[in-house]
């Protein structure tokens, strides 16, 4: 039985360090004209403010796009195409392995207007179930068998101490 738990104490942390290492974000969604058909092959750059790094894409033919395996910070999206004004969206902020949805309406002119438009991310990541967050050096761990996980998960990297709050068997943990 102990050495049973200690295999699955090993996998489980295997499996969430490759999570956590995971810090890469995506910028994705379409591009639409003012009767929000999709406008395919616009050509999309999304630029890191902070870096300028620059990645160059091209809508299909559902209007889609994605760029994908971008560091967090601050973005702005720019899309055009023949016939359509330019659109840029800035304020984009990327937090830790996040998936921000952006949607790029373009109005009927030359690509020499520009339409610019300021606004923040959505706080709320409504197109995935996962969540990056950056953690400090101590937070609380609540686990049905936190006891035996105790017993056999201690050592030099992870420090475990119990803690109940609200009738839940919650285990204070410092990282080194």
Not at 36 to 62: F, K, P, Q, W, Y
Request: proline residues 3%; positive net charge; contains cysteine.
């Amino acid at each position: 039985m102990k050495t049973q738990l200690k295999a699955v104490c090993l996998v489980l942390s295997g499996v969430l360090a490759g999570y956590a290492q995971e810090t890469r974000s995506t910028i994705f969604g379409r591009v639409l004209d003012p009767q929000t058909a999709a406008v395919a092959g616009a050509s999309v750059v999304v630029t890191n403010i902070d870096t300028n790094a620059v990645t160059r894409l091209r809508s299909n033919e559902t209007g889609y796009y994605e760029a994908s395996l971008l560091l967090p910070g601050n973005y702005q999206v720019a899309a055009e195409m023949q016939g359509f004004k330019r659109t840029v969206r800035t304020g984009i902020v990327l937090s830790i392995s996040s998936r921000v949805e952006i949607d790029l309406l373009l109005a009927v002119g030359e690509t020499a207007e520009t339409i610019s438009v300021s606004a923040e991310a959505p706080l709320l990541e409504t197109s995935s179930v996962s969540a990056g967050r950056i953690m400090e050096n101590r937070g609380r761990l609540c686990l049905n068998h936190a006891q035996r996980l105790r017993r056999s998960c201690k050592g030099p990297t992870l420090g475990l101490d119990s803690v109940d709050t609200n009738n839940c068997k919650a285990w204070a943990f410092s990282l080194p």
